[in-house]
């Protein structure tokens, strides 16, 4: 007889493969956010030391950059908890 906190082997299998899609999921959107926030910063660097021309549409990308990457930072540490 199995202990009562034992899974079946098909919970098992699925437990698994939820953990697995679980950490591809964090990989993929911790690659975006570095990609990203690469991207704005090269932008930024641009637009400010070599083309001297910083406008409005850089404002906006810099707060939505900001707005993003907020709730992406939160996800992450909460699910670092559940690893």
Request: charged residues 15%; contains cysteine.
């Amino acid at each position: 007889m199995s202990s009562p906190g034992a899974l079946p082997a098909d919970a098992k299998a699925v437990e698994d493969k939820l953990n697995f899609l679980f950490n591809v999921a964090i990989g993929v959107t911790a690659a975006m956010l570095v990609t990203t926030s690469m991207a704005v910063a090269l932008r930024t660097y641009v637009r400010t030391r070599i083309v001297k021309t910083f406008g409005w549409d850089d404002i906006t990308m810099l707060m939505a950059q900001v707005c993003r990457q907020v709730p992406i930072r939160y996800m992450l540490s909460s699910c670092s908890f559940f690893l």
